[in-house]
């Protein structure tokens, strides 16, 4: 996955990331499925409306819509992370505070080392 920007306003950081193709909705809810694990207190939301899942198991069986998002505090990256998928197009949109040392005062650089493997390890589980 390729980082194309990232950005702050107000403590917050938003980032826009390149998949390496074009993905399906079937491949946008592995990729979910296998994060829904790695976060606490998680909201999935559909075309920017939450649903109900307990489970990775759950988000395979969510109808096909424009966009997927997962939200909650991330147990690997340690911070509130919010990413959001889009059917049929290869855009990643991911927001996060700025409230911890290595993302506070962050450039290009920074943030793709901080994020860029965890973004990768997800668009790799979006082909298992």
Do not use: C, H
């Not at 927001?95 to 668009?123: C, H, V, W």
């Amino acid at each position: 996955m390729l980082l194309l920007g990232v950005t702050e306003d107000k403590g917050w950081l938003a980032a826009t990331f390149n998949l390496t193709y074009r993905v399906g909705w079937e491949q946008i809810q592995k990729g979910v499925g296998t994060a829904y694990r790695f976060f606490k207190k998680t909201e999935i939301l559909v075309d920017d409306k939450p649903v109900s899942v307990t489970s990775g198991e759950d988000i395979m069986k969510l109808e096909e819509a424009g966009s997927m998002t997962i939200r909650g505090l991330s147990t690997i990256i340690k911070v509130p992370l919010m990413i959001t998928f889009y059917n049929q197009l290869q855009t990643v949109n991911v927001a996060l505070p700025a409230q911890n040392e290595e993302f506070r005062n962050t450039d290009y650089q920074k943030f793709n080392m901080s994020l860029g493997q965890y973004m990768d390890s997800i668009e790799l589980a979006m082909y298992r």
